[in-house]
């Protein structure tokens, strides 16, 4: 028999095993721990926003700005910034309660205190909408950082890692950053991340500078500190924009998961092709889907899409490609879950 390649790519996924989660393993939301089989019936969303500082997209557009300025790059200024509304707990349980209408059964918020991110609006909101939510944890990339963290050893930056992971009921480290080429005080950040994730268990997910820059750095920096690249989403790779997929391609051949976190939107049309090569490879497992929501235009309120679009805009060009149903599913559902799901290695005292 001869496959079609739609066939062929639809099958991909049916020879994977189910996905198979270590005894004491959960996904922990601002609420409570779940096992990983309780969030089994819809898709997990790794990274977006549902909290940061009225100031912070204001200041990242106005340091993305510097940047291209100083990389001579020349590209569009981006959308006006978002206001108030993840401040508002009324309009963020509704927008919520839609992503979970969508399809949606557990969504990860990428912030953490220096991106402004308000825990017990998190916890609101979910109370609220009864959508499960993840917390990150750690330090954003240098444009963000403390001051001091100059000045701190890697010991100093662990230790607050872990503080916060005790203060907060954090299900991951993420989002961490390099901001464009890597810095001296990110290699640092990155090795205490990986560090503090030996320590807790808690997986990571990062932000990669447009286009993907250091993403090859990110691991390299997490496994010389003993993290197992299975519990590491190295983020913002559909930025990378390459045919051949050749930096994803490594970085899922070391067992990482590549994040196509930015999707929903205009970039699907440059995305959907390095999605399927990277199917066509056979890493249906390493890949996982998000779209970074950060902008009040992508929401329900503001006239888009909402949160739900990885799954409700951009998996549909997927199914339209070709990926079959069954892979799609994998990535949706499974593959976020494995990446959340870990055995914490003591309680949390807090
Ligand atoms: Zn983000």
Redesign the pocket.
């Known amino acids: 028999m001869r496959l079609t390649r739609r066939e062929a790519l639809g099958l991909i996924g049916l020879g994977a095993a189910a996905a198979v989660f270590p005894k004491g393993a959960i996904i922990r939301t601002v609420l409570k721990g779940y096992t990983p089989e309780e969030l089994a019936g819809g898709a997990t969303l790794f990274?977006e926003?549902m909290s940061l500082a009225a100031d912070f997209m204001p200041r990242w557009m106005q340091f993305a700005r510097e940047t291209r300025a100083a990389n001579a790059v020349r590209s569009g200024q981006p959308a006006a910034p978002p206001g108030y509304f993840m401040r508002d707990v009324g309009l963020m349980a509704d927008e919520m309660s839609a992503a979970k209408t969508d399809g949606i059964a557990c969504i990860v918020d990428?912030g953490h205190p220096d991106m402004g991110r308000d825990i017990d609006f998190l916890r609101q909101i979910s109370r609220r909408s009864g959508l499960p939510i993840v917390a990150g944890a750690g330090f954003y990339a240098q444009p963000f950082y403390p001051k001091e963290i100059s000045t701190w050893s890697e010991q100093q930056i662990l230790d607050a890692l872990l503080k916060q992971v005790d203060a907060e009921p954090a299900g991951a480290f993420g989002?961490i950053g390099s901001w464009d080429e890597i810095t001296a005080d990110e290699r640092k950040v990155f090795r205490a991340v990986g560090r503090a994730h030996v320590q807790t268990n808690l997986p990571i997910f990062t932000?990669t500078g447009i286009p993907g820059k250091s993403a090859m750095e990110q691991l390299d920096l997490l496994e010389s500190v003993g993290v197992d690249p299975r519990h590491v989403a190295i983020g913002h790779l559909g930025n990378l924009v390459d045919p051949e997929v050749k930096v994803q391609k490594a970085i899922c051949k070391r067992g990482a998961f590549v994040g196509f976190d930015r999707q929903g939107g205009p970039g699907d049309a440059q995305q959907v092709p390095m999605a399927m090569a990277l199917l066509e490879a056979g890493y249906a497992d390493n890949l996982m889907f998000s779209a970074?929501l950060?902008n009040v235009a992508q929401t329900r309120y503001g006239g888009g899409p909402g949160y739900a679009k990885a799954l409700t805009v951009f998996v549909p060009k997927l199914k339209a490609a070709g990926a079959g149903e069954q892979v799609l599913h994998g990535i949706m559902v499974d593959n976020p879950r494995r990446f959340l799901a870990f055995v914490p290695k003591k309680p949390r005292s807090a």
Do not use: L, N
């Open positions: 990274h926003h990428g989002e932000h970074d950060s």
